[in-house]
T-cell receptor
């Protein structure tokens, strides 16, 4: 089993609140990723990181921000949540070697009222 | 750019039926190919992979063969079980230092007893 953890698993919160979704991995992976999964199941990459102090925007524009201060930790923050942010957010990591797969957490299901 | 096209679902089968989920890809070079599975309420798990032409990936009774001539990586299982009900994603990695995967849109499989 992959050792990558996301908290909380579920979050229901009101509009305008600041939210941080946590993601941690114990595998020492350099590469980490955040995906947004819409109700139709499709995955959209919103952020990724090559390593500490390195973050990049993904293929889908997102109002969220990320940070990578420690190798094992890659939190995602929404400064002011809106109903359009309602979605499932999946975190993943990889060793960064060719042919190595990404390992996924169980996700955070976020609902903004 | 890279792309993955997989069979649209949902797919509904009876227990012990034969399963095929089609996946074709467009990529530069020689990509690695993956099938991921997402069970209800969970993140994605690697199901199988193939890293070069004619390789066959297999796991839990599922198989897929990397066909370069047809740019395909179809997923098959000879006899599905109710516990195989999940969303299946085909994905590829074609190189680059960020190790981003390109995913298909996912296929929902429901197996009835």
């Amino acid at each position: 089993e992959a050792d990558i953890y996301q908290t909380p698993r579920y979050l229901v919160i009101g509009t305008g609140k600041k939210i941080t979704l946590e993601c941690s991995q114990t595998m020492g992976h350099d590469k980490m990723y955040w995906y947004q999964q819409d109700p139709g199941m499709e995955l959209h990459l919103i952020h990724y990181s090559y390593g500490v102090n390195s973050t990049e925007k993904g293929d889908l524009s997102s109002e969220s921000t990320v940070s990578r201060i420690r190798t094992e930790h890659f939190p995602l923050t929404l400064e002011s949540a809106r109903p359009s942010h309602t979605s499932q957010y999946l975190c993943a990591s990889s060793a960064g070697l060719p042919h190595q797969p990404q390992h996924f957490g169980d996700g955070t299901r976020l609902s903004i009222l | 750019g890279d792309s993955v096209t997989q069979m649209e679902g949902p797919v509904t089968l009876s227990e012990e039926a034969f399963l095929t989920i089609n996946c074709t890809y467009t990529a530069t070079g020689y990509p690695s190919l993956f099938w991921y599975v997402q069970y209800p309420g969970e993140g994605l798990q690697l199901l199988l992979k193939a890293t070069k032409a004619d390789d066959k990936g297999s796991n839990k009774g599922f198989e897929a063969t990397y066909r370069k001539e047809t740019t395909s990586f179809h997923l098959e299982k000879g006899s599905v079980q109710v516990s195989d009900s999940a969303v299946y994603f085909c994905a590829l990695y074609s190189g680059g230092s960020n190790y981003k995967l390109t995913f298909g849109k996912g296929t929902l499989l429901t197996v009835n007893p």
